[in-house]
T-cell receptor, first 114, second 112 residues
Framework: DGGITQSPKYLFRKEGQNVTLSCEQN?????MYWYRQDPGQGLRLIYY???????QKGDIAEGYSVSREKKESFPLTVTSAQKNPTAFYLC?????????????FGPGTRLTVL | SQKIEQNSEALNIQEGKTATLTCNYT??????LQWYRQDPGRGPVFLLL?????KEKRKERLKVTFDTTLKQSLFHITASQPADSATYLC???????????FGTGTRLKVLA
């Protein structure tokens, strides 16, 4: 089955610790994205990548880091510099077919800072 | 900056009625607009895409309209069912950047 997976589904972190969220896709998509969703709010873009070994900051990149060493993988690290990391994190991918492009989302990771 | 607005209040309708959700945008002229469905605790799922030169798009019980003069898209679910209860998000891509902006979503509840 083609799709996008995220792990873990739930993640608990102590204050001051870094944590890495996994995102893998087998859709052969070039672009991958990380979003954060808080209760009652829309999706806010953290980072996105259009091609391997390249990525750009989104609207709320501070306190986060990413890498894109493989086309299939786009892990997100939430660092201790992120002041309010408790949220629902969504990874997505898309192809570059303009005007027909859609985003495919993973199931999400709910991060809670204790 | 680009901004998308959706009615943040929940919409409750009776089963069998038509649900209409609104998406307004400002400071932008998107080439296309998308609608997604999101269930609690899950990732959004793509429903429909409508291009700027299309006035209307249909898929089964779903219909989307796109008025570039009003800068508004309407999303209709006809013959609504309790299983249609979810949050519906609209999104547009900022031209040439492959970045997407999402609205806050409207929560729909279809009452049996």
């Amino acid at each position: 089955d083609g799709g996008i997976t995220q792990s873990p589904k739930y993640l608990f972190r102590k204050e001051g610790q870094n944590v890495t969220l996994s995102c893998e896709q087998n859709l052969n998509h070039d672009a991958m994205y990380w979003y954060r969703q808080d209760p009652g709010q829309g999706l806010r873009l953290i980072y996105y990548s259009q091609i391997v070994n390249d990525f750009q900051k989104g609207d709320i990149a501070e306190g986060y880091s990413v890498s894109r060493e493989k086309k299939e993988s786009f892990p997100l690290t939430v660092t201790s510099a992120q002041k309010n990391p408790t949220a629902f994190y969504l990874c997505a991918s898309s192809s570059f077919e303009r005007n027909t492009d859609t985003q495919y989302f993973g199931p999400g990771t709910r991060l809670t800072v204790l | 900056s680009q901004k998308i607005e959706q009615n943040s209040e929940a919409l409750n309708i009776q089963e069998g009625k038509t649900a209409t959700l609104t998406c307004n945008y400002t400071n932008y002229s998107p080439a296309y607009l998308q609608w997604y469905r999101q269930d609690p605790g899950r990732g959004p799922v793509f429903l429909l895409l409508i291009r700027e030169n299309e006035k209307e798009k249909r898929k089964e019980r779903l219909k989307v309209t796109f008025d570039t003069t009003l800068k508004q898209s309407l999303f209709h679910i006809t013959a609504s069912q309790p299983a249609d209860s979810a949050t519906y998000l609209c999104a547009l891509e900022t031209s040439g950047t492959y970045k997407y902006i999402f609205g806050t979503g409207t929560r729909l509840k279809v009452l049996a």
